[in-house]
């Protein structure tokens, strides 16, 4: 008797237990309203008293439709270093990364992406067909690509408490190629892929889907 009233007493002594710690307990999926976007404290343009570009902050398809570039008939690809506590370091990072085979990664990530909005609903039934296509792509060294302009930032960043966590620099890099060179390229890929026959009707279809899409361009 006395060892079932021991035990249903350390029984509610948990549940007492659990519940106060469940009112400190932040609620699953609420975000802290400390949290703090970085700050700009420099950047290359700052000491002529000029905006930082557009193209800074924008995606490469973006950038590909303004007044700067429309009608250049290019792929931009934007290219950022990781951050350094020193603009050195960050430049440094811009000198020593491949460019040809960060741009095949890039090419590769727009490749997926468009070829899977295309077969929306149907990937798993193309999924070797589109591995064979991004394989043909970053297995090719790309060339013919150009250094457009780079920029240089200095962001303050925060903890999910809202305290500074460091003041640290970013390098980007804005690199384009001919849309007819990549074009070629992807088409290509595509005829390599194309040796191994669709086995359904509907594989054979939603392959059409993702054709058409990429003969559209990046």
């Known amino acids: ?5 021991k035990i249903m007493f350390l029984a509610a002594v948990a549940v007492i237990a659990l519940a106060g710690c469940a009112n400190k307990l932040k609620p699953l999926g609420t975000v802290s309203s400390k949290i ?3 700050e700009m404290l420099d950047h290359k343009n700052l000491k002529w008293d ?7 902050a924008e ?6 439709k303004t007044a700067d570039y429309k009608g250049k008939d290019v792929y931009l690809f934007k290219f950022e270093s990781p951050r350094s ?12 990364f491949s460019v040809p085979s960060e741009m095949a990664r890039m090419v590769k990530v727009r ?14 039934k193309v999924e070797g067909y589109l591995e064979d296509i991004v394989k043909t792509i970053t297995s090719t060294k790309l060339s013919g690509f150009k250094k457009e302009t780079d920029y240089w930032v200095q962001m303050r960043y925060f ?11 970013t390098y980007l890099v804005l690199y384009s190629i001919s849309k007819k060179t990549l074009d070629k390229l992807i088409q290509n890929a ?8 669709p086995k359904s009707e509907e594989e054979k279809a939603v392959r059409q889907r993702v054709k058409e899409a990429l003969s559209e361009g990046l």
């Open 85 to 96: 506590k020193s603009l050195e370091g960050a430049e440094l990072w811009t000198r020593d």
């Open 36 to 38: 703090k976007k970085p």
């Open 111 to 124: 490749v997926e992406s468009k070829a899977a909005a295309a077969a929306a609903g149907d990937k798993d």
């Open 159 to 169: 903890d999910a408490d809202g305290n500074p966590d460091g003041d640290d620099y």
């Open 1 to 5: 008797m006395k060892k079932a009233i």
């Open 50 to 56: 000029k905006p930082v570009p557009g193209w800074v």
């Open 190 to 197: 595509i005829s390599g892929a194309d040796e191994d026959k």
């Open 59 to 64: 995606e490469p398809n973006v950038i590909e």
